[in-house]
């Protein structure tokens, strides 16, 4: 199986400095990148997985509704 390998993304040279801190510890990956890497640590129970468990991320409102709804239908039988 071949891993899917991340790309840094620095920016333009010519492009003026984030207003915002924050804007320059962030990234923007595609979630299809990052579903196999973050399934690979979870099943190979990567300890270094829980520094983040905290972390915010960003997801459209769309994904959060259907997250939601995954949730609520998904509940284990008792």
Known sequence: MVKPH?????GSLDS???ADPAACNSVQVPLGL???ILADCLESDRTWLRDFEDESVTISADLYDIILAHQHFHRPSA
Do not use: N
């Open 16 to 18: 003026p400095p984030a």
């Open 6 to 10: 991340l790309r840094l993304h620095s």
């Open 34 to 36: 990052v579903f196999p």
